[in-house]
């Protein structure tokens, strides 16, 4: 089962679009989805800036995610990574929590990242997320 750590921006995008893919994260029977206080707080600002109504919806979704509540203590991360202070929380949350994967949109901060495996957790956009899925299960079938 995939433990699925989601950034702030990807529950603000959940919440403010409500038709986007990325809903299909919550119906997934096999994957668990995490995120963190510090998340879920930072997408609750920007949506109460930017689209208020949708504050409800995140409610919702986040009623159906594991919300972790505590800080996760520093990480050590190998020199070429370069996260913001900012952004080092959601990624020691993700490694601290057991998580395999880290979704995030956040291409300017986490871009480098992207396809690579730090500490345990696989740095992904949620469609890599989706089209390794998609592999996956192709894999499987010809299996059979």
């Not at 995140?58 to 159906?64: I, M």
């Not at 594991?66 to 990480?75: I, K």
Request: hydrophobic letters at 45%.
């Amino acid at each position: 089962m995939d433990r699925v750590f989601l950034d702030a921006n990807v529950l603000f995008s959940a919440a403010y679009l409500p038709d986007s893919r990325l809903r299909e994260l919550w119906s997934l029977a096999d994957a668990e989805l995490l995120t963190s206080a510090f998340a879920l707080g930072e997408a609750r600002r920007n949506l109460l800036i930017h689209a208020p109504s949708a504050a409800s919806l995140l409610d919702e979704l986040s009623a159906q995610v594991v919300v972790l509540s505590e800080a996760a203590p520093p990480l050590t991360v190998p020199g070429d990574v370069g996260l913001p202070g900012k952004d080092e929380p959601i990624l020691a949350a993700a490694v601290v929590s057991g998580c395999t994967h880290l979704l995030t949109g956040d291409t300017r901060h986490f871009g480098s990242l992207y396809g690579r495996m730090i500490h345990g957790v696989l740095v992904l956009t949620p469609a890599q997320y989706f089209a390794r899925r998609r592999g996956r299960r192709s894999v499987r079938r010809r299996h059979r």
